[in-house]
């Protein structure tokens, strides 16, 4: 069974800087492009940003929403994907989750993820 688990998540003022985490698990992990989504209370879960399997060259893409300020990033020995939040604004302040499908692009369409995890939690305060 697929296995995602965040961690990282936190309050942290306008400005300032968090990095998550997401350990994965049970399936190929470098054939498998990742993605970060976030969900703000009321609205609708948005796509943050993608990275495709390392043999498709590990691009990523960004929502121009944050394009500039996150990065995400990928440790194929220690199955980690990570997210650099860097000029957080209180925009950002959501449950962020990541989540897997098996290898071709990166992408930040929704559907096309078959895998999610429980999310963690960020807080940013102005």
């Known amino acids: 069974e697929v296995q995602l688990v965040e961690s990282g998540g936190g309050s942290v003022q306008t400005g300032g800087s968090l990095r998550l985490s997401c350990t994965a698990s049970?399936?190929?992990?470098?054939?498998?492009?990742m993605g970060w989504y976030r969900q703000a209370p009321g609205k609708e879960r948005e796509g943050v940003a993608s990275?495709?399997?390392?043999?498709?060259?590990?691009?990523?893409i960004y929502a121009d929403s944050v394009k500039g300020r996150f990065t995400i990033s990928r440790d194929g020995a220690k199955r980690m994907l990570y997210l650099q939040m860097d000029s957080v604004k209180p925009e950002d302040t959501a449950m962020y989750y990541c989540?897997?499908?098996?290898?071709?692009?990166?992408?930040?369409?929704?559907?096309?993820?078959?895998?999610w995890g429980q999310g963690t939690q960020v807080t940013v305060s102005s």
């Open positions: 989540a897997t499908k098996f290898g071709g692009r990166a992408t930040l369409r929704e559907s096309e993820y078959d895998n």
């Open positions: 049970e399936f190929s992990f470098d054939d498998s492009d």
């Open positions: 990275i495709s399997a390392v043999r498709e060259g590990a691009n990523e």
